[in-house]
């Protein structure tokens, strides 16, 4: 492959100036390789075994379960040190394709790993970097467009070494995820090599340390467009014509924060129109979801959520294998189901009578997306705006400290999911991304360089017509 790219670059006539100085690895420090064998037989056993009996999706894998834990058995064994252990490990939770349902180390090997000080996102079909710390942006500008890393074409980079660790089925999901993971923490003795053709149409190879957070500064400055980070759990600004953007980036509100948003709804409530933004919002407690909808619904009351859960019973099971009546129990899919509450709302709630849009994207997770089941089957419900939300809620069983069984070795966990979600009214289950009524993504990398929120002006836009219309 080494071959290969040089004749590529040969190929090509690339200018010599980024190869003048030969790349060294940073030093690396030995890894730990603390963990017996039996113990890594034994937790990879003990994540196998609950999943097998917990999993709530367990009856829509594709594969069997088992036989993947007997081709795994091998490879945990084989494993050299402490990190790669927990790679096998996180590579067999995430074979199960569920959001709330993976392994953490916990940060133990913090000081074996680093990243590359950039970023980078899927365009259409094309990787492109969209910020670089300075002064690397003369040597990999923003809008570059990768080619390759590591020696592999993009997407074959993609499916070999970062989507099998990615714990999700959704599609925008594991794209979104992955364009983050290329140059995320990872082993600091894993340099990046990337063949890249820049803005200006020159092809340019070259090979970049792992050492972001060793050579950052308080005064470091970044070439491209920062992303936008959920500095705050609550915000409201004005737009024109008296719109209200009511930002929520967290659902994990405390009483105290709770009363301040139920504040700051009481403010928007003569709003001309509101939107409600929750592309940053990874969930929390979907009693702050409760806490909106209350105000959204046209009704004196909403439909809560329905869920289901694996269900074991011993003497079932045993009598599965002969009796029908019993035979889910025996092939581990019987379930108990729990349908939808209906939630009154008191007469005190001030109620919104006002257009209403609903900003989500790849961020919206968890009890966030407990709010967009719950809202997607109301009647007349507020238009939903952006991309795809991130396809996965539920209530994970976490293996941890003081929880099931012993510590994951070096204070790691995991957890698993066992709640399948269903929509209040038609029972469906919820086990993919919530989709947009109107998707909005760029058209090219040097519209995304221009760094507009081309999803709030495109909203805003929408929410122009609607007044209008009343």
């Known amino acids: 492959?080494?071959?290969?790219?040089?004749?590529?670059?040969?190929?090509?006539?690339?200018?010599?100036?980024?190869?003048?100085?030969?790349?060294?690895?940073?030093?690396?420090?030995?890894?730990?390789?603390?963990?017996?064998?039996?113990?890594k037989v034994y937790f990879l056993s003990f994540f196998w075994s609950e999943a097998k009996y917990n999993f709530v999706f367990f009856d829509e894998l594709d594969f069997c379960w088992d036989s993947l834990f007997r081709a795994t058995i091998p490879k945990v064994m084989a494993t050299e040190n402490d990190f790669e252990f927990y790679r096998v490990l996180q590579r067999f939770a995430a074979s199960l394709g569920d959001g709330h349902t993976q392994v953490f180390n916990s940060g133990q090997f913090f000081q074996y790993v680093d990243y590359v000080p950039f970023a980078g996102r899927f365009i259409n079909d094309d990787f492109f970097i969209t910020r670089v710390r300075k002064p690397f942006d003369e040597i990999l500008p923003p809008g570059s467009r990768v080619i390759e890393v590591n020696g592999l074409p993009i997407d074959e980079y993609m499916k070999k070494n970062i989507h099998p660790f990615i714990n999700s089925q959704s599609p925008s999901t594991i794209r979104f995820r992955a364009a983050s993971q290329v140059f995320a923490s990872n082993l600091i003795r894993d340099s990046v090599q990337l063949l890249f053709i820049t803005p200006n149409n020159e092809t340019r190879f070259h090979v970049f340390a792992r050492d972001g957070e060793a050579t950052r500064t308080p005064d470091d400055v970044h070439a491209g467009v920062l992303p936008r980070w959920a500095r705050q759990?609550?915000?409201?600004?004005?737009?024109?014509?008296?719109?209200?953007?009511?930002?929520?980036?967290?659902?994990?509100?405390?009483?105290?924060?709770?009363?301040?948003?139920?504040?700051?709804?009481?403010?928007?409530?003569?709003?001309?129109?509101?939107?409600?933004?929750?592309?940053?919002?990874?969930?929390?407690?979907?009693?702050?979801?409760?806490?909106?909808?209350?105000?959204?619904?046209?009704?004196?009351?909403?439909?809560?959520?329905?869920?289901?859960?694996?269900?074991?019973?011993?003497?079932r099971r045993a009598n599965g294998n002969w009796i029908e009546e019993?035979?889910?129990?025996?092939?581990?899919?019987?379930?108990?189901?729990?349908?939808?509450?209906?939630?009154?709302?008191?007469?005190?709630?001030?109620?919104?009578?006002?257009?209403?849009?609903?900003?989500?994207?790849?961020?919206?997770?968890?009890?966030?997306?407990d709010f967009l089941v719950m809202l997607y089957e109301m009647e007349n419900r507020p238009l939903l705006v952006g991309t795809p939300s991130g396809g996965s809620t539920g209530s994970p069983l976490v293996i941890a400290t003081g929880m099931i069984g012993e510590n994951f070795p070096g204070g790691g966990s995991a957890r698993i999911c066992t709640r399948r979600v269903l929509f209040p009214r038609s029972l469906k289950p919820f086990n993919n991304s919530i989709m947009p009524d109107v998707l909005v993504e760029f058209d090219s990398i040097e519209e995304y360089l221009l760094g507009n929120d081309k999803v709030l002006n495109t909203a805003l836009e929408i929410m122009k017509e609607k007044i209008s219309n009343r």
């Open 1 to 39: 492959m080494k071959t290969k790219l040089l004749l590529t670059i040969l190929i090509l006539g690339l200018s010599t100036s980024f190869f003048a100085q030969a790349f060294k690895h940073p030093p690396c420090r030995p890894l730990p390789n603390t963990i017996s064998v039996a113990d």
């Open 233 to 315: 759990a609550m915000s409201l600004s004005w737009e024109n014509d008296n719109v209200a953007h009511l930002t929520v980036n967290t659902f994990n509100l405390n009483a105290e924060r709770m009363a301040e948003l139920d504040n700051l709804l009481n403010e928007v409530v003569d709003a001309t129109g509101l939107i409600i933004d929750l592309r940053s919002n990874g969930g929390g407690s979907t009693r702050v979801a409760f806490q909106l909808l209350e105000r959204i619904s046209q009704q004196n009351y909403f439909l809560g959520l329905g869920y289901q859960t694996r269900v074991n019973d011993g003497v």
């Open 326 to 369: 019993f035979q889910d129990y025996f092939l581990d899919r019987a379930f108990r189901t729990h349908l939808p509450d209906t939630m009154h709302i008191p007469d005190t709630v001030k109620r919104f009578n006002m257009p209403i849009i609903v900003l989500i994207s790849e961020r919206t997770f968890s009890a966030a997306e």
